[in-house]
């Protein structure tokens, strides 16, 4: 029903397409960040930073600004955020829709390893591995912790945590092509992709680039987020949403 105001959990390329669609179908869309992030690519439309004080501050936040329906399109691995937007939308009585992006899958060619976290992960390379750590800057220092591997690790902004001798920090923001990807590899002696499964268009090049140099991928799965209404494409948030608001 348009007119309603919405509330995106962001944070993702998908929240902001989402924004976009949502102001143009006659909506009005707030588009909450948690502000970790200095420097972020904003969305149109209203936005707000800063996290809301669990659940009990998400309740306080919908009553008080009116909100209709959260549509949670915050990254799949941002499992926080995701279980107090359950807890509060049902407390709430507010609608609550996931917009979340399909996970990758290996193809014919891929030699991937599945790990359940990022310390698991940096367990799994062996002593003088040349590691490719792409997974942000959060728990970079499970690999900066091991003195026996080094490698290139990149991320949007630097991590609050030294880069030890032997680590090269990339600091670049996606999308990234596959030639890229492909010379990083190569020009830095990567013998193993460490990734976690993100999906999506803007950062799978890197996974076509291993598949191309025959290396190893270290993928960390996706944790569990609650089970709620989950959509896959902006289009179809729409559709279910206007269904989720008749009266
Ligand atoms: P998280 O662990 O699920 O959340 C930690 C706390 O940060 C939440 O309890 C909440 O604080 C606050 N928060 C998180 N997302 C928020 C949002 N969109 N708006 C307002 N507050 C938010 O989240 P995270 O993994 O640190 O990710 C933080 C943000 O970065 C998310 O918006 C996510 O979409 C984005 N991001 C995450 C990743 C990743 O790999 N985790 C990658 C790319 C982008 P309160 O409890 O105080 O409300």
């Known amino acids: 029903m348009p007119g309603k105001r919405i509330l995106i959990l962001g944070g993702t390329g998908e929240a902001r397409s989402l924004a976009a669609a949502l102001l143009a179908a006659g909506y009005d869309a707030v588009t909450s960040l948690a502000g970790v992030t200095g420097d972020p690519l904003l969305p149109v439309g209203n936005v707000r930073r800063g996290g809301f004080g669990g659940s009990d501050g998400l309740s306080a936040y919908l009553r008080g600004a009116g909100i209709a329906a959260i549509i949670d399109a915050t990254h799949p691995f941002a499992t926080q955020i995701s279980r107090n937007a359950e807890v509060a939308a049902a407390a709430s009585d507010v609608a609550l829709l996931r917009l979340e992006r399909p996970a990758w899958e290996p193809q014919a060619g891929d030699n991937w390893t599945i790990a359940l976290s990022a310390s698991s992960a940096a367990l799994a390379l062996l002593p003088g591995a040349r590691a490719f750590v792409t997974i942000g800057r959060k728990e970079v220092g499970e690999f900066f912790r091991r003195a026996d591997i080094s490698g290139v690790a990149r991320m949007i902004e630097a991590p609050g945590v030294d880069v030890p001798p032997g680590w090269r920090l990339i600091l670049q923001r996606p999308p990234f092509s596959l ?17 976690k499964n993100s999906g999506g268009g803007e950062t799978e090049a890197k996974l076509a680039a291993a598949r191309q140099l025959g290396l190893p991928v270290i993928m960390i799965a996706r944790p569990v987020k609650p089970e709620v209404t989950s959509v896959a ?10 269904g989720m608001l008749l009266p």
Do not use: F, K, N, Q
């Open 233 to 242: 494409t902006v289009g179809v948030a729409i559709d279910t949403l206007a």
């Open 179 to 195: 030639e890229h990807e492909v010379s990083i590899m190569a020009a830095h002696h990567i013998t193993h992709v460490v990734a």
